[in-house]
């Protein structure tokens, strides 16, 4: 890790730049792949499966079958601590509810909301080099509780042409209702446009690679919407000197182990404690059996030293890290000032891994800056609000005559007749 002391804030853009490619390095290759699945459907899916994940499919639908050979093959052991996270992200999932909110604006003009779920979503789950069983349960389970009718899963197979047992035993557990092989550009490509076996959606989720990230923005031209721009995995933790350097160390290669193109960044207040975690990360690094994708995510990280904690919390703020470990004695100074995170964990017993897995809130997170506009996934993701209105005779007696002054103002003339036409019957 690269390590930065005092960095001028002139700088800050260079060095909080994230190992990604651009839009533009990977547009044309989504396209290509877009357009070949629009026009050519389930061959296009079979080729592409065949040429990105080395296996031809007969079928690329998950059978009733595989999946109860699949729920023998995951551990009683496993299954458990599965239903155990489960519940806890149930629970914080159900916990985000909200009621209808109804209002008289004026004598005779009730307006309410009302909350009604997506009925068509596509959960994108990445395979690869970790088959990410969690991320079934981050997407499917607050989906099933919006009261989605169609969930249909994604994700890539394996040389043998299946899906790790995990994802099925998951996936069958939180009520997805239909899962299909395939991963990639072509997954997002099957779920926007639909074909022979993949329905179409109307709002995609889940995380993936670079390819999966523009995909996915790509969807929106054709009208389907997405969770966030999620691409590869990011943490940044804030430490000062009170914090144990083998927790952070820990948490810094929790992260980087993701992939190849995550990134891991250290800021603190104390030298002392970011020579100390340098030391542990070279050492507990030596013992991960994915030491050689983590080494290469850890070359891409920075350990930052910055003087005062109003600048280790205005560098922050910038960067809008994916998760975000705060490990300092003020805490709450941290707590409070923090504008753009995607999920914050806080003190030396929270590591990230826990939202991840188990905790309760959702790992499906806004990456690369996009927490500072983004939401990470929750509830609403999969619900839309609607507005109602009604409005009595004596409503629109007491809100016509402003509806037509400003109908007019605009010279919308139409909009002043449709209220017009009600007074003059009413006054009458």
């Excluded at 989504?30 to 079928?59: C, H, M, P, W």
């Excluded at 959960?123 to 997407?139: D, E, K, N, R, W």
């Excluded at 340098?278 to 930052?304: G, W």
């Excluded at 509830?379 to 839309?384: G, H, R, V």
Aim: hydrophobic share 40%.
């Amino acid at each position: 890790m690269k390590t930065i002391f005092n960095p001028d804030k002139s700088e800050w853009s260079e060095i909080l730049k994230r190992p990604t490619q651009t839009v533009g390095d990977i547009e044309d290759t989504v396209n290509t792949v877009f357009e070949d699945v629009s026009t050519n459907r389930d061959s296009a899916i079979k080729q592409y499966t065949q040429k990105f994940d080395g296996v031809s499919l007969d079928s690329n639908v998950v059978t009733s079958e595989e999946i109860e050979e699949a729920i023998q093959l995951v551990s009683e052991k496993l299954q458990d601590a599965i239903k155990k996270a489960k519940g806890n992200i149930e629970a914080f999932h159900n916990a985000q509810r909200t009621s209808k909110i109804e209002i008289e604006t004026a004598n005779g003009v009730k307006c309410w909301q009302e909350k009604r779920p997506i009925q068509k979503v596509g959960l994108y789950i990445p395979g690869g080099t970790a088959p990410l069983f969690s991320t079934v349960l981050m997407l499917a389970i607050p989906a099933q509780i919006a009261g989605c009718k169609e969930i249909v899963l994604c994700s890539p197979p394996n040389k043998e042409g299946k899906l790790a047992s995990e994802i099925l035993f998951a996936a069958h557990l939180c009520g997805v209702t239909k899962i299909i092989k395939v991963g990639g550009i072509q997954a997002i490509a099957g779920l926007t446009f639909g074909t022979q076996s993949i329905p179409k959606v109307y709002k995609i989720f889940g995380p993936g690679n670079q390819f999966v990230t523009v995909a996915k923005q790509i969807a929106t031209k054709y009208g389907v919407a997405i969770d966030m721009p999620a691409g590869p995995s990011e943490l940044l933790v804030v430490a000062d000197k009170t914090a144990n350097a083998a927790y952070v160390a820990s948490d810094l290669l929790s992260q980087a182990e993701h992939g190849v193109d995550s990134q891991v960044i250290l800021v603190s207040t104390s030298k002392a404690l970011i020579d100390s975690v340098s030391e542990e990360v070279s050492k507990q690094l030596e013992a991960l059996p994915r030491k050689a994708i983590a080494e290469k995510a850890i070359a891409n990280s920075k350990l930052i030293y910055v003087e005062d904690d109003a600048t280790a919390i205005e560098m922050i703020d910038e960067y809008g890290p994916e998760h975000y470990i705060i490990c300092c004695k003020n805490e709450d100074l941290y707590i409070d000032n923090i504008n753009n995170a995607g999920s914050v964990f806080i003190g030396d017993y929270t590591p990230e891994s826990a939202g991840d897995y188990a905790s309760g809130t959702n790992h499906t997170l806004p990456t690369n800056g996009f927490s500072k506009a983004y939401s990470g996934v929750n509830l609403d993701s999969f619900m839309k609000s609607m507005t109602f209105q009604k409005i009595s005779k004596e409503g629109i007696l007491n809100i016509g005559e402003t509806i037509e002054l400003m109908a007019e103002a605009e010279g919308l003339q139409a909009h002043k007749n449709a209220v017009s036409i009600r007074l003059k019957d009413l006054k009458q």
